[in-house]
């Protein structure tokens, strides 16, 4: 029982921080921002997003109150016709730069390497606004998120889109983007600290001052890691930067994975570099199923043995995790019912996924976009 206590309380004061960073300290930009003056270089890397680019495309050419709004899209070796998507979606139109990029040198990857190159060709912007083919933003989107990006202070701003989903292996995964931010991060700590390691962002939907890029390096200083957009708020750290989070489930949405396919291998390729060693890795994900799944495990064990007081703590346990579940999504804009009970089985699954993640890349068989990673 001492055990089982010390796991319920360990998952109530993680709901409660959820519960506080949701309410008090999640940064949310405003439905009505002011229009903004300086140049802004909207920056989109493609690699075969002809199926997606559209509706990505179409979202951007929409923006409004950005009086000198430039687009810089870059092809970056498609062999699906994704440029001939973009020539037709985007017409004459002055904003539009379409360029085609060169493969990657030794000891670059391609993300880096293709956000460099759309970096370099941003002009005179002063705010870089990194988004992806899987993005599509509200009308205001680039406007509100330059907003927040000035009124934080802040070099870096992340405003985390409203994560779509529609397979059983999405609802049960992607949910878990925002909840574990939410959950284990402190978000205004984060901002003010100025110590690397605590840094998160995502590359999805990414806002920086012209200037503090430059400082941080930037991609060029992340140019070999899988995870670029947090090694990218850790660079602008270490340049004195600041970084911020926000919700942007109002201004953007985006559904990163089809299928299951997609999504195992797209957790597979990052999220050995998400824990780095395997040892932190092991004691990470064997504390989140200490405190997520051996509650209900214990409920059900209890429920059948006929012992009420385990069957209602370790019940108590399962319950609050649920709800933490619940503060995340409803604060981000997510679906919550019912997935949220399924939470258990969503740690299970990011365990596994971890576990193939470190297996393959022992291997070195982890690759995307037809193109290796290691």
Known sequence: MTVLFALVLGVAVLTAHTWVNATRWLRRPGDRPAGVDEPVAVLLPLRDEADRVGPCLSALLAQRGVADLRIVVLDDGSTDGTA?????????????????GVSPPPGWLGKPHAC??????????????????DVVLAPDAVAAAVGELRAARATLLSPYPRILVGSVAERLIQ?????????????????????PSLA???????????????AAGGHAAVRDRVLEDIELARAVKRA?????LADGSRLASCRMYQDWPQLRDGYSKSLWATFGHPAAAAVVVGLLLALYT????????????????????????????????????????????????????????????????????KRRRLSWRGRPVT
């Open 84 to 100: 001939e998507v973009v020539r037709a979606t985007v017409g004459d139109d002055p904003r539009v730069d379409l360029r085609t």
């Open 116 to 133: 460099h190159q759309l970096a370099g060709q941003a002009g005179a912007a002063g705010v870089l606004v990194f988004v992806d083919a």
């Open 175 to 195: 949910p878990l983007l925002q909840w574990l931010w939410l959950t284990f991060l402190p978000l205004r700590a984060m901002e003010a600290s100025a110590r």
């Open 200 to 214: 998160a962002a995502g590359g999805q939907f990414l806002v920086v001052d012209r200037a503090g890029y430059d």
């Open 240 to 244: 004195g930067g600041r970084i911020a």
């Open 294 to 361: 051996v509650p209900v495990l214990l409920a059900v064990v209890a429920a059948v043995a006929g012992a009420p007081l385990v069957t209602f703590v370790a019940s108590t346990g399962y319950l609050l995790g649920v709800l933490g579940r619940v503060i995340s999504a409803r604060a981000t804009g997510g679906r919550w019912w019912p997935d949220a009970l399924a939470h258990p089985v969503s740690v299970v699954v990011l365990g596994w996924l971890t576990l193939r993640s470190y297996h393959l890349r």
